[in-house]
Each structure stands twice: as C-alpha cells, then as structure tokens.
C-alpha cells in the first residue's frame, strides 16, 4: 500500500504534532492502540468526537465547557472581586488543581510576540480592558510565565489597567519550594534577590 494513503501512517503523522509526541512515540501509541483496538483505540474515537461536538469557549473567560458560560463564570460562590489572567486553559486548570485561587478568570489564548505575530488584538485584549473596567474587580493578578514574552505580556496589560480602581498584582518569582540554589539559573537567582522579603 502506498505510503501516503495508508491511514496508519496517515494517523502516526498526525499524532506526532501533538506536542509531547515526536514519531516513534507516535508510532508507539498508534501500534498499542490498534492492538486494543475494542477496549481503548474505539471508546477513544468516540470520546474524542464528543468533546469536538460539545466543548467550546466560554463566552466571557475563555474556559471549556459545554455551556456558553463555564462552569467557573457560572459559579457564584467564587470572589467575583479577584480577576486571574492566564495564558491557556492549561494553566488556569493548574491552578484550579492546586486550589489557589477562588476567583474569577480570564484567558488569553498565548502571549504577545513580534516574532509569532500575536499582537493585543489576537489576545483580545480591549476585551479584557473592558471587562476590568466594568467588572468591578478591586484585583488583577497577572499570572503568566516568566519568559521575555510573559513579561511583555503582564507589562503591556498593566499600562493598560492603569488608572482603573484596582490592584495589579503578578505571581511571586524566585527560588522554587525545595529548590537548590546551585541548581538554579541566574535570571532565576536575580529574582529571587529581588523579591526577598523580611522575615
């Protein structure tokens, strides 16, 4: 069968740009899933269409869920006075999974690049403006990674905040819990230096 028209490397070619899998792990996962084929390979294509039929975007956050609010956004027990701006649905799950946070959210879909072409505009971030300035918010916390993109991002979201009756905040940086020093990069230490506190 010609190589181009055989559905199983059709598949092990697609499954390797899924990020994680390069084409021997896609290989891998392909082969062991077509040698359970009933039990993982079928249950695993149906799922995977139902969440392409059912999840989308909520309307106001940017969260998956089924409905146009997600269940966040829906949630009133949450502080609807503390806003978290995320990069991804990623990260806002991580911090739901570490439970540190009771607020409300806002996603950006990725970080401002020159290189990638990710102006404001593709953050929707006159959205985000808005939403601060008629939500009532009394704090913005700027959660967002600690690369050069991360920190252009959070400083270009906080001149726009500014002057708005709220806080902004960013996530704490430095030395990791448990960390070693001698195991850490330089940027990493500078941090850390920087955002001592007194004891």
Known sequence: MNASKNP??????????????????????VLHLLHHRDQQMLPLAEEMQMVARTMRPCSQCGNLDMGALCAICQDTSRDATRLCIVETVADLWVLERAGVFGGRYQILGGLLSAIDGITPESLRVDALVARVRNGGFVEVILALS??????????????????????????????????????????????????????
Do not use: N
Not at 8 to 28: D, K, T, V
Not at 169 to 195: E, I, N
């Open 8 to 29: 199983i490397e059709a598949l092990i070619r697609r499954m390797a740009r899924m990020p994680g899998l390069g084409p021997r792990s896609a290989r891998r996962a």
């Open 146 to 199: 600690a690369t050069v993109d991360g920190q252009a991002t959070a400083h270009y979201i906080a001149d726009r905040l500014d002057g708005m009756p709220c806080s902004i905040t960013r996530l704490a940086h430095g030395v990791p819990v448990g960390g070693a020093l001698d195991y850490l990069d330089d940027g990493t230490l500078a941090q850390a230096m920087k955002a001592r506190q007194k004891l």
